[in-house]
């Protein structure tokens, strides 16, 4: 038997097919990120590919925040970008990167098969298909694949370990702990910190999980254990993947998550403040009952993100508190009686799920309520309406007959938005900068909060980049880094250009007179992008205005 088909207690007879669908699943997102289009989003030009070519070409003390605060964010998973798109062909790029965040649909494939083991192999198969199909035909997996955002490929670090856990549950009414299910726990919670560590907005389903696991679990002396376990091998996944860019956020500006979490770690080279992005959080407390609702139709929440609409929330919304109700009276029912209620393996890994998605959901919600955050809730939502229905309704019939219509209406709601693409290039990027006359010592300022950091790449290598605007800059209360900025400007003794377009030229101007510097002439240098508007264009300044 192969270790697929006794993981997952199907016949061995499946296993050849099973491997099969699980290679092939992937390639079709790989086939659904060629025909997007070549990838050209905001992240991209700002930080995704300059982050990547920093690391490799040793800029991190040469230019200063040309990505905004973005320069901050840990640059790991970019390599994967950065490597896919200097290697091979955009077209391949786009196909390589698809098909690596394809693996989010084989592993829900998994999850379903993993879930529900007590019934017939194909029905299993196909529900697990349907549930597949429409956990990933959803606003972010379609809307993002191929892109370098990162968020649909690290939820393969969100979707794995929850697969992982869910033997604990087969083994927890007073299993002995021993080498062999310490594999389980540890696995998913290395996994899991890995993908914290990967992208640090992972971490609200860090948390989820983690509280999930919690509150599904007896009261014994080894499930505390486990779950000790479990959150030990997230610190230590988190510091297998942040660790060295955490040591060095340490030592240039005293804080392992610089600029973030300032409130805390008060480096002096940053506001004392959290940095956080409230433009998308919920206004009031109907705003945040509501918020479900909302994602339905076209409202100022959805036109904000990337117009997007989307029921499967509030389809689990729903069918949540009529579980919930279902569950009270039931409870009271049983206390009348004196009967207490015995609660199996199967039903544990449904509470987990279904407590993992509600506890996940409402702490993105409250801390950022950006929608392309949701991927892996996107993808599990079937599995989890799935599961509601098996605990509101009895007959066999009508969960599956509740499922295929709540799967039908969900395709038939779903509105994919539209991110920034281009038609496949010789280049992923095409960038052609002008001729400098001493670019050994030159230094190109960027003024404003544009995403330009990928030009960077096109210019010779001795020329130094400098941003002093952007969203680093929360106003300009002295703080060590604006110091270093402005001594930087003042101790350099060559040319020095302004990066920028005509209709951002006066407030650019207006920002560069701050740090002493104005406009030595009126004549532009034009640089030509493949990724923009025409109008990019060098000009120079100087000191002393």
């Given at each position: 038997?192969?270790?697929?088909?006794?993981?997952?207690?199907?016949?061995?007879?499946?296993?050849?097919?099973?491997?099969?669908?699980?290679?092939?699943?992937?390639m079709?997102?790989?086939?659904?990120?060629?025909?997007?289009?070549?990838?050209?989003?905001?992240?991209?030009?700002?930080?995704?590919?300059?982050?990547?070519?920093?690391?490799?070409?040793?800029?991190?003390?040469?230019?200063l925040?040309?990505?905004?605060?973005?320069?901050?964010?840990?640059?790991?998973?970019?390599?994967?970008?950065?490597?896919?798109?200097?290697?091979?062909?955009?077209?391949?790029?786009?196909?390589?990167?698809g098909?690596?965040?394809?693996?989010?649909?084989?592993?829900?494939?998994?999850?379903?098969?993993?879930?529900?083991?007590?019934?017939?192999?194909?029905?299993?198969?196909?529900?697990?298909?349907?549930a597949?199909?429409?956990?990933?035909?959803?606003?972010?997996?379609?809307g993002?694949?191929g892109?370098s955002?990162?968020?649909?490929?690290?939820?393969?670090?969100?979707?794995?370990p929850?697969?992982?856990?869910?033997?604990?549950?087969?083994?927890l009414?007073?299993?002995?702990?021993?080498?062999?299910?310490?594999l389980?726990?540890?696995?998913?919670?290395?996994i899991?910190?890995?993908?914290?560590?990967?992208?640090?907005?992972?971490?609200?389903?860090?948390?989820?999980?983690?509280?999930?696991?919690v509150?599904?679990?007896?009261?014994t002396?080894?499930?505390?254990?486990?779950v000790?376990?479990?959150?030990v091998a997230?610190?230590?996944?988190i510091?297998?993947?942040?660790g060295?860019?955490?040591?060095?956020?340490?030592?240039?500006?005293?804080s392992?998550?610089?600029?973030?979490?300032n409130g805390?770690?008060?480096?002096?080279?940053?506001?004392?403040?959290?940095?956080?992005d409230?433009?998308?959080?919920?206004?009031?407390l109907?705003?945040?009952?509501?918020?479900?609702?909302?994602?339905?139709?076209?409202?100022?929440?959805?036109?904000?993100?990337?117009?997007?609409?989307?029921?499967?929330?509030?389809?689990?919304?729903?069918?949540?508190?009529?579980w919930?109700?279902?569950f009270?009276?039931?409870?009271?029912a049983?206390?009348?009686?004196?009967?207490?209620?015995?609660?199996?393996?199967?039903?544990?890994?449904?509470?987990?799920?279904?407590?993992?998605?509600?506890?996940?959901?409402?702490?993105?919600?409250?801390?950022?309520?950006?929608?392309?955050?949701?991927?892996?809730?996107?993808?599990?939502?079937?599995?989890?309406?799935?599961?509601?229905?098996?605990?509101?309704?009895?007959?066999?019939?009508?969960i599956?007959?509740g499922?295929?219509g709540?799967?039908?209406?969900?395709?038939?709601i779903?509105?994919?938005?539209?991110?920034?693409?281009?038609?496949?290039k010789s280049?992923?990027?095409q960038v052609?900068?002008?001729?400098?006359s001493?670019?050994e010592?030159?230094?190109i300022?960027?003024?404003?909060?544009?995403?330009?950091?990928?030009?960077?790449?096109a210019?010779?290598p001795?020329?130094?980049?400098?941003r002093?605007?952007?969203?680093?800059f929360?106003?300009?209360?002295?703080?060590?880094?604006?110091?270093?900025?402005?001594?930087?400007v003042?101790?350099?003794?060559?040319?020095?250009?302004?990066?920028?377009?005509?209709r951002f030229?006066?407030?650019?101007?207006?920002?560069?007179?701050?740090?002493?510097?104005?406009?030595?002439?009126?004549?532009?240098?034009?640089i030509?992008?493949?990724?923009?508007?025409?109008?990019?264009?060098?000009?120079?300044v100087?000191?002393?205005?």
């Open positions: 038997m192969s270790i697929l088909t006794k993981f997952l207690q199907l016949p061995d007879s499946y296993a050849v097919n099973l491997y099969l669908i699980l290679i092939c699943i992937p079709v997102f790989g086939y659904l990120a060629i025909q997007k289009g070549q990838d050209n989003n905001w992240d991209t030009r700002n930080y995704h590919y300059y982050n990547a070519y920093a690391i490799i070409e040793d800029r991190l003390e040469q230019d925040i040309p990505a905004q605060i973005q320069s901050f964010l840990n640059p790991t998973i970019d390599l994967l970008n950065y490597t896919l798109n200097t290697k091979l062909s955009p077209y391949w790029a786009a196909f390589s990167l098909s690596i965040q394809g693996i989010n649909a084989s592993l829900i494939f998994v999850l379903f098969l993993s879930l529900f083991k007590g019934r017939a192999p194909l029905l299993r198969i196909g529900l697990a298909a349907i597949t199909a429409a956990g990933t035909y959803a606003p972010v997996m379609m993002l694949i892109t955002t990162n968020d649909i490929t690290t939820s393969i670090f969100v979707i794995l929850i697969i992982l856990v869910l033997p604990i549950f087969q083994h009414e007073g299993a002995q702990i021993h080498r062999r299910t310490l389980w726990p540890v696995s998913a919670g290395l899991m910190g890995i993908g914290i560590g990967l992208k640090l907005t992972l971490v609200i389903y860090g948390l989820g999980f983690f509280l999930a696991i509150l599904s679990s007896p009261v002396k080894e499930s505390y254990y486990r000790l376990i479990i959150g997230v610190v230590a996944g510091l297998i993947s942040r060295w860019w955490m040591w060095h956020l340490w030592q240039m500006y005293e392992p998550l610089f600029p973030f979490y805390f770690f008060k480096s002096p080279y940053y506001p004392d403040v959290n940095y956080n409230l433009r998308y959080l919920p206004k009031n109907m705003d945040h009952l509501l918020f479900p609702v909302y994602r339905v139709y076209k409202n100022s929440y959805t036109y904000q993100q990337h117009y997007h609409h989307d029921i499967r929330y509030l389809v689990i919304y729903i069918m949540s508190l009529v919930l109700m279902k009270i009276l039931r409870n009271r049983s206390t009348a009686k004196g009967n207490a209620k015995v609660v199996n393996s199967g039903d544990r890994s449904y509470r987990f799920l279904i407590l993992f998605f509600i506890l996940s959901y409402i702490i993105w919600q409250l801390k950022f309520s950006i929608y392309r955050y949701t991927n892996p809730l996107e993808l599990i939502s079937p599995v989890v309406i799935f599961i509601l229905l098996n605990k509101i309704l009895k007959d066999p019939f009508h599956l007959i499922f295929i709540s799967v039908l209406l969900i395709v038939t779903v509105n994919v938005p539209q991110w920034e693409r281009l038609p496949f280049e992923f990027i052609q900068a002008p001729v400098l001493h670019p010592n030159t230094m300022i960027i003024a404003g909060g544009r995403p330009w950091s990928y030009l960077i790449p210019f010779p001795m020329v130094r980049f400098v002093v605007g952007g969203n680093f929360k106003d300009d209360r002295p703080t060590k880094f604006l110091e270093r900025l402005r001594d930087t003042d101790a350099h003794e060559g040319d020095i250009f302004l990066l920028s377009r005509q030229l006066p407030k650019d101007m207006s920002r560069l007179a701050s740090f002493g510097l104005g406009l030595a002439d009126n004549r532009a240098m034009p030509y992008s493949a990724h923009e508007p025409p109008g990019l264009f060098l000009v120079r100087q000191k002393g205005q």
